[in-house]
């Protein structure tokens, strides 16, 4: 049995914060391996700014490419949207009937936002979930705290946000430290975000 730590996000683009935390939880947890679910249209986030989901998956392509446990993951390009996470959990069970064992991976800011999501009884019914801490506001729901199926791992706590790369970068700054360098090549010579 594989267990595979699923991480959901636009990556918009995918940078060092990202690629920390799914290291981390693969290398200290009982994951096997990671993997970079690209999302097209998160339910909470407008459309604008973001880049076509081909572009998206590439540069998560591109960050994981030198790493065994990580992967890439085109799972919701062809899913209806928004995409709803626990639409996207049958969708795996149905293409990976056999051998898998699905996780979830937040951080503790997705974890106080999680009664919102749809279906999230349903979620945590059939699923555990890694939570790293995040600094951010708000509080974690009652029913959630000690939940047998909500584990925190002490991962480091890495505050950059793709927005802040994106308008950084618009403005001409420099954030070649933020991103994976393979991820840097790849978002200058196709001049994305300028
Ligand atoms: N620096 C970080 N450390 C840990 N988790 C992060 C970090 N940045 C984002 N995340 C989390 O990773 C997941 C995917 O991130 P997402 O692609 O939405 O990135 P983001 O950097 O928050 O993007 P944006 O700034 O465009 O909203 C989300 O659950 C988000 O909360
Ligand atoms: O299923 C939901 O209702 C739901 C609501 C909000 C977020 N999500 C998932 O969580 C991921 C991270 O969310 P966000 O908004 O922090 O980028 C996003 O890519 C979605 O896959 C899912």
């Known amino acids: 049995m ?7 996000g636009t990556f918009n683009p995918i940078h060092i914060g ?3 935390i799914a290291n981390h939880m693969v290398e200290f947890s009982d994951l096997d391996e990671v993997w970079f679910v690209v999302t097209p249209q998160s339910p909470f986030k407008t459309k ?3 880049l076509d989901d081909h572009q998206r998956f590439d540069m998560v392509y591109e ?3 030198e790493y065994d446990k990580l992967k890439p993951s085109n799972i919701e390009f062809n899913l209806p949207q928004p995409n709803y996470t626990v639409n996207t959990l049958v969708h795996l069970e149905e293409k990976y009937p056999n051998g898998y064992e699905f996780s979830l991976i937040m951080g503790e800011d997705n974890l106080k936002s999680l009664h919102k999501w749809k279906n999230y009884e349903t979620i945590l019914e059939h699923y555990n979930i890694y939570v790293y801490p995040r600094i951010s506001n708000g509080v974690i729901e009652h029913q959630f705290k000690g939940h047998e199926k909500i584990h925190p791992v002490s991962a480091p ?5 793709s927005t802040f790369i994106r308008k950084a970068h ?3 700054k420099n ?3 933020l991103l994976p360098p393979e991820v840097w090549k790849y978002m200058d010579e196709m001049n994305f975000y300028r």
């Open 2 to 8: 594989k267990k595979v730590g699923l991480y959901f």
């Open 18 to 20: 990202h690629l920390v």
């Open 48 to 50: 604008k700014t973001l």
């Open 63 to 65: 960050a994981t490419k």
């Open 157 to 161: 706590i890495m505050e950059i946000s």
């Open 170 to 172: 618009k403005i001409g």
């Open 175 to 177: 954030i070649k430290p």
